[in-house]
C-alpha cells in the first residue's frame, strides 16, 4: 500500500543527498548502487541508462529497496521500501538535467546516451529517522 512521506522525509529528499538503491538479481541476490535522486509527490525517481544492471532489475521484479542519509549528518536518514511503478523514457535528458542542477548547479555534461530511464518508485514503507548517536560522533 502506498504511503505519504513525512515533511522530514520530503526534506530529506528534496536535498542532494545521495541514495544507494537495493534492486534483486534473477538469483534473488541483492544490487545495491549509489544513486542521485529527486521526488515526484511522493513518489521517488532515479535516473539511469535503460542497459545499466539496476534498470533490467527493475523491469523484471519492482520491488526495490532505497536507504539516503543527510550528506552533513550521516544519522540522519530515510528509507525507503516499494515498487518501481514505471520506467519512464527521457530522450531529451531535461530529467537528467533536473537531477544534474540539483547534484551539480547544471546541465548534465554527458550528452550522449543509448536510452535514459527514469524509474518511479512508489513507497509502501517510508521511515525517517535521525540517530541521537550523531550528537555524539566526532568531527573526523
Partial sequence: MPVTLSPEAIGLLDGPCFGHLATLMPDGAPKVDPVWLMRDGDHVLVTSDARSIKVVNAARDARVALSVVARDDPYEQV??????????????????????????????????????????????????????????????
Avoid at 531529451?92 to 538535467?97: A, E, I, Q, R
Avoid at 537531477?99 to 546541465?107: A, D, H, M, N, T
Fill in 79 to 140: 528509507l525507503i521500501r516499494g515498487t518501481v511503478a514505471e520506467q519512464r523514457a527521457d530522450p531529451g535528458l531535461s530529467v537528467l538535467d533536473a537531477f544534474s542542477e540539483k547534484y551539480l548547479g547544471g546541465p548534465f555534461p554527458r550528452r550522449s546516451w543509448s536510452e535514459r530511464i527514469v524509474l518511479v518508485i512508489v513507497p509502501d514503507l517510508a521511515r525517517y529517522y535521525r540517530s541521537k548517536l550523531g550528537d555524539l560522533a566526532k568531527p573526523r
